[in-house]
């Protein structure tokens, strides 16, 4: 087996995911999906292609659930203090 396409730690699963859409969910109540460019040792993510969605809770409402704003961008550096987790394509 090629042992570029092994997986023996957390980020080697990162590494197989360069170029292919993730899903990337942050704190706040925030997600992500876009396509993954690059990745360093702090979860600091370049993604394009971004499509992002917040869950909106109204506190007076009191019910669950709310309503999802969704933006779209071309490019994005996320942060790596923010993210939960980072989910790569379905293979």
């Known amino acids: 087996m090629d042992p570029s396409l092994t997986i023996q730690e957390p980020f080697d699963l990162i590494r197989l995911s360069l170029s292919e859409r993730v ?3 942050l704190r706040g109540d925030r997600e992500l999906t ?3 460019h690059a990745y360093d040792g702090h979860m600091n993510l370049i993604l394009s292609d971004v499509e992002e969605k ?6 007076q409402e009191g019910a669950p659930g709310g309503t999802i704003a969704k933006r779209k961008m071309d490019m994005l550096f996320v942060r790596g203090d923010g993210v939960i987790l980072v ?3 379905s293979r």
């Open 23 to 25: 899903f990337v969910k």
């Open 34 to 36: 876009g396509v993954l």
């Open 54 to 59: 917040i869950m909106i809770v109204d506190p």
């Open 87 to 89: 989910s790569p394509p």
